[in-house]
T-cell receptor
Framework: QQPVQSPQAVILREGEDAVINCSSS?????VHWYRQKHGEAPVFLMI?????EQKGHEKISASFNEKKQQSSLYLTASQLSYSGTYFC??????????FGAGTILRVKS | EAQVTQNPRYLITVTGKKLTVTCSQN?????MSWYRQDPGLGLRQIYY???????DKGDVPEGYKVSRKEKRNFPLILESPSPNQTSLYFC??????????????FGPGTRLTVL
């Protein structure tokens, strides 16, 4: 039931782009994205709702393919501050989230 | 300041000694939840509460209890802790009355070690 995230880790240079994928085996109500920096709590980035509505971050975008039960997070022109672990959370019934194992992103100068 | 607080932040205890980790939010949120985080496994939900009247199990509820007597507080209780409950615990809250559709605000975390 846990969604599968890929890649597990990625290293970028400042200014490069990255895509993080999240795939579920079940139909999704919504997908949530969070970022966690080392030693800190997860912080909200984005929610993608069934039907296409999207709420979230200015410089980070995402897509949600309901038919394929997949979501992708797009980080463009990455900055050092983007480093951290990214988690997707899948919402099956509108009452709880199941998080993936996370994708470690490191941005180098 | 709008926030979720947890106490204690760090705790080392021994097997079988009952403990409670408190969680409080000052944002008047309906939804509250507990997660544990273990390396390579991400965040796994222990229990959640849609409101003061509805509390339900998450994916890993064994060995844990919760209580939601008032909206702002959602303590996590370990009646008889065991070493496999050594983990980093996060409390979170969300304003939604229909589940976690909205942003979840996480507390700072409680690192628990059970010897």
């Amino acid at each position: 039931q846990q969604p599968v995230q890929s890649p597990q880790a990625v290293i970028l240079r400042e200014g490069e782009d990255a895509v993080i994928n999240c795939s579920s085996s079940k139909a999704l109500y919504s997908v949530h994205w969070y970022r966690q920096k080392h030693g800190e709590a997860p912080v909200f980035l984005m929610i993608l709702l069934k039907g296409g509505e999207q709420k979230g971050h200015e410089k980070i975008s995402a897509s949600f393919n309901e038919k394929k039960q997949q979501s992708s997070l797009y980080l463009t022109a990455s900055q050092l501050s983007y480093s951290g672990t990214y988690f997707c959370g899948t919402d099956l019934y509108g009452n709880k989230l199941v998080f993936g194992a996370g994708t470690i992103l490191r941005v180098k100068s | 300041e709008a926030q979720v607080t947890q106490n204690p932040r760090y705790l080392i205890t021994v097997t079988g000694k009952k403990l409670t980790v408190t969680c409080s939010q000052n944002m008047n949120h309906e939804y509250m939840s507990w997660y544990r985080q273990d390396p390579g496994l991400g965040l796994r939900q222990i229990y959640y509460s849609m409101n003061v009247e509805v509390t339900d199990k998450g994916d890993v509820p064994e060995g844990y209890k919760v209580s939601r007597k008032e909206k702002r507080n959602f303590p996590l209780i370990l009646e008889s802790p065991s070493p496999n409950q050594t983990s980093l615990y996060f409390c979170a809250s969300s304003p939604g009355t229909s589940g976690p559709f909205n942003e979840q605000f996480f507390g700072p975390g409680t690192r628990l070690t059970v010897l």
